[in-house]
Nanobody, 124 residues
């Protein structure tokens, strides 16, 4: 079992930056695929980006503004967010699992392990 805990959310002004952390416990997840999803009020949970085997994949809406990285020594994955927009306001979730096919990285159902979410609010 892997437990994931997100942190780092909060209130940010439009155009600003923020960094979310996803700390894993229970198992070393250096070889796991890790993704970030988000859910805005009244909307479904959507894919933000994923990191698997050194490769990254991002949603079009965040490409060039968001970056996923990991520190295996700390068993932690990060989501660096730049040029934030009010439409980035959402609860952000990290997710992880082993051996996800690259074609499935965007899908919620591919991930068994989820964090509790952290709120990011971008003010205009």
């Amino acid at each position: 079992q892997v437990q994931l805990i997100e942190s780092g959310g909060g209130l940010v002004q439009a155009g600003g930056s923020s960094r979310l952390s996803c700390a894993a416990s229970g198992r070393t997840f250096a070889n796991y695929a890790v993704a970030w999803f988000r859910q805005a009020p009244g909307k479904g949970r959507e894919f933000v980006g994923a990191l698997s085997g050194g490769n990254t994949l991002y949603a079009n809406s965040v490409e060039g503004r968001f970056t996923i990285s990991r520190d295996n020594a700390k068993n932690t994955v990060y989501l660096h967010m730049d040029s934030l927009k009010p439409e980035d306001t959402a609860v952000y979730y990290c997710a992880a699992d082993e051996a996800i096919h690259p074609a499935k990285l965007r899908f919620l159902s591919a991930y068994d392990y989820w964090g509790q979410g952290t709120q990011v609010t971008v003010s205009s």
